[in-house]
């Protein structure tokens, strides 16, 4: 029996991955038997039409936290909602498994699949007064060192204002999604996603001359290359990048409402248990409840 209201939706696979791949081409013929449009099934990383496709109701991924970045970033501003099902390791993006395909897409189909909103970053790099590249993340922009463990020095400036100079081996802007991954390990804090916030956190600073600290959304961040620094490399959500020169500046700023995730999943913080970010001992309930080794 077919939908009487027809979707437009996108399915995205990860590359290189035959699972992936075939329950992709699996879920598409599904999605047609029912009346749906599927506007293409695409491998990740490959450029295509087909993300700028109107309408397009939302987009299926299937792949890791990796593939989830790079499908959501070429969608920023787009309001166009993603389901992740996970064909990675962590999966703190995604929201259902492989064996639930059929039980979220039909979730997704009815509306009964709520979507979150999660901001983003708008970046952009200006060399010798002109403005030569700009972009948008997900997780983070790193400006760090290149393979040399040498310095790199730059001047940092918040909302318009000098914060001060950072000498170390770099340092990170990430969005609350994006606390959890690099920014992290890297001694910045977790952020829940739902705030609008921006999170900078240095990587490795001598002396420790700037700490980590977190700003509002809409703040507006610059980095300026110094003289005396070693090679300086720009990277995006861990999957672009380019080299900095001397006097490059790059400006990162919030983008909010600009992702959107379909799902409810797991709380957030059955997200950081599960993951490994909280350590667990035994099974503890409610506070006030006694519980042995809680």
Known sequence: ???????HILLVYKARH?????LAEEAALWLRQKGHEVTAVICAGADSPAYAADPLDFVVVLGGDGTMLGVARRLVGRKVPVLGINFGRIGFLTDAQPEQWCEKLEE?????EP??????????????GSQIATGSAVND???SRGSLSRLVLFDVYIAG???G???GDGIIVATPVGSSGYSVSAGGSLLHPSMEAIAITPICPFLNSISPMVFPGNTECSFQILQGSTDCFLTVDGQEGQQLELGDIVTVAGLPDAVHFLGKGTTFFERLRSRGFVLQGSECGKPGEMHEQC
């Open 18 to 22: 035959e699972r992936a791949a075939a």
């Open 1 to 7: 029996m077919q939908n009487a209201t027809c979707r």
């Open 165 to 167: 100079s950072l000498r």
């Open 161 to 163: 204002e000098r914060l």
């Open 141 to 143: 922009v790193v400006l």
């Open 115 to 128: 979507v979150r909103s999660c901001m983003a970053l708008s970046w952009s790099l200006t060399r010798k």
């Open 108 to 112: 997704c189909l009815t509306g009964a």
